[in-house]
């Protein structure tokens, strides 16, 4: 089988760089008892040979739905509009024979349930060589053998064994890394994941992902990846493609997403995530609301309920995907310039989990978020002395204030020795006894209990 399939992909298979997948102002509209669905609205993109393109959104903001119009596997109720060129060649108005023979050999996709896309009553090893004898004339055994190397490249442990068994003897994740290795099998040019890490664990899900990335290193394809999970996408994508409504609202490399959102969708969605820098008294920032309804659309931009920062103009005029840093970065926002010194969530949202739609942070609210930079200690600082300053004024009220062996002039906040790694010590106390533990608590026992939750709150 090694002279039918290499490694980086198959032979022809277009340069780094070059676009591989172009659509443009892609429509899609579903008839409906209420009115037409408006699913999908205007979308365009280029994908390039090896580029991991993340499509992202809430559900219901026309991922799935643009990738299946890409792959042709819409209802025929569907009315589909604008352009899908694969190579240059339009997909769009191909017959159901033209677009089998490039399913699966020149665009792959994987869907989100692994247990829907198997056969059931078929073994995992018929079904993955069914995928290599549809666009291949070799033999079944070679199908067979290529079948066994699929396995073996998305970490399937003893293939030998597991390609005689049927897909209720597999886990979730290894159904999904057998789905993978289906998509991949023809090295296709263009390999579509909708949502493949959904329902999966933390580490099955890592499992998946680096079946995918075997995926396209085997076969040098570009990918679309579709998801909820900002976090699987910053890890796996070149670009990000923001989706709300059923229309694009932000598009740009994945460094300018994250770090220079210009969109308050897309703030409020990266908000809405905990970071491994944040400090635990800081709050998630929801976005309040619910995605409009997109039979009826009213006019304006479609996230202007939700949008602390809309105006008369927002609800008027619908906003163009224009350039907001740079010709790579595009936003659709009349405000998007009101976001360059302000792009932190807590700055735009409120963090209270009752705030009505649309309501901007309260007084109070905003600056909790940590600080830029490295050094994340001059937070903790601050919340050590407001502890300090609340244990001073309760003794003050107790009674009148005993030596504490500050230097005259030295802020008491701080004590003889801080900074220098020498605990202070208050009169009375052994070295081995913390000023609030009571004289019979074992030593070995963390005292501060009471303090280190007032310094977290």
């Known amino acids: 089988m090694s002279t039918e399939y290499s490694a980086g992909g198959p032979a022809g298979a277009p340069a780094p760089g070059d676009v591989v997948l172009a659509v443009r102002d892609l429509t899609v509209t579903f008839p409906s008892d209420a009115g037409p669905v408006q699913a999908v609205r205007g979308v365009s993109y280029d994908l390039h040979a090896g580029e991991v393109l993340g499509i992202v959104g809430e559900s219901g903001s026309g991922k799935s739905v643009t990738s299946m119009a890409v792959m042709g596997l819409l209802p025929k109720t569907a009315r589909i509009t604008g352009s899908v060129e694969f190579r240059g060649r339009e997909l769009l108005g191909l017959s159901e024979k033209e677009m089998t023979e490039v399913r699966g050999k020149k665009i792959a996709m994987i869907f989100q349930d692994p247990m829907t896309s198997l056969n059931p009553v078929?073994?995992?090893?018929?079904?993955?060589?069914?995928?290599?004898?549809?666009?291949?004339?070799?033999?079944?055994?070679?199908?067979r053998e290529r079948a066994l190397e699929l396995l073996e490249i998305v970490g399937i442990p003893s293939p030998d064994k597991r390609i005689d068994q049927y897909p209720h003897e597999f886990s979730g994740g290894m159904r999904q890394r057998v789905v993978i290795?289906?998509?991949?099998?023809n090295d296709p040019d263009v390999i579509i994941?909708?949502?493949?890490?959904?329902?999966?664990d933390v580490t099955v899900q890592a499992q998946v992902l680096e079946a995918l990335r075997a995926a396209q290193q085997e076969t040098g394809a570009a990918m679309v990846l579709i998801t909820h999970d900002l976090g699987v996408v910053a890890g796996q994508a070149d670009r990000v493609l923001v989706m709300y409504a059923g229309k694009p609202v932000e598009i740009g490399p994945i460094d300018g997403i994250y770090y220079q959102p210009r969109m308050p969708y897309t703030v409020g969605l990266l908000g809405s995530l905990p970071r491994l820098d944040q400090r635990t008294q800081d709050k998630l920032t929801p976005i309040p609301g619910t995605p409009p309804s997109i039979v009826s659309l009213p006019p304006g931009c479609p996230f202007t309920p939700r949008c602390p920062l809309h105006t008369e103009i927002c609800r008027e005029r619908?906003?163009?995907?224009?350039?907001?840093?740079?010709?790579?970065?595009?936003?659709?926002c009349h405000h998007s310039d009101q976001l360059v010194n302000h792009d932190r969530a807590m700055e735009i949202f409120s963090t209270d989990p009752n705030a009505a739609p649309g309501q901007g942070p309260r007084d109070g609210e905003q600056g909790t978020e940590p600080d830029a930079g490295p050094d994340r200690g001059e937070g903790l600082d601050r919340s050590l002395d407001q502890s300090i300053e609340?244990?001073?004024?309760?003794?003050?009220?107790?009674?009148?204030?005993?030596?504490?062996g500050v230097t005259p002039g030295r802020d008491a906040r701080l004590g003889p020795d801080r900074g220098s790694g020498h605990p202070t010590e208050e009169p009375g106390a052994s070295p081995t006894q913390h000023p609030d533990q009571d004289p019979g608590q074992n030593p070995d026992q963390d005292p501060g209990q009471d303090r280190q939750s007032g310094a977290a709150q």
């Not at 078929?122 to 199908?143: F, R, T």
């Not at 290795?181 to 099998?185: C, E, N």
């Not at 994941?193 to 999966?200: C, K």
């Open 122 to 143: 078929y073994k995992i090893g018929w079904q993955l060589a069914e995928a290599v004898l549809a666009h291949h004339d070799v033999s079944k055994a070679a199908a």
């Open 193 to 200: 994941a909708d949502e493949p890490t959904t329902a999966l």
């Open 181 to 185: 290795a289906i998509a991949m099998a």
């Open 390 to 404: 609340r244990d001073l004024a309760q003794e003050a009220d107790s009674g009148p204030a005993q030596d504490s």
């Open 318 to 332: 619908e906003p163009a995907l224009l350039p907001a840093l740079g010709a790579d970065h595009l936003a659709a």
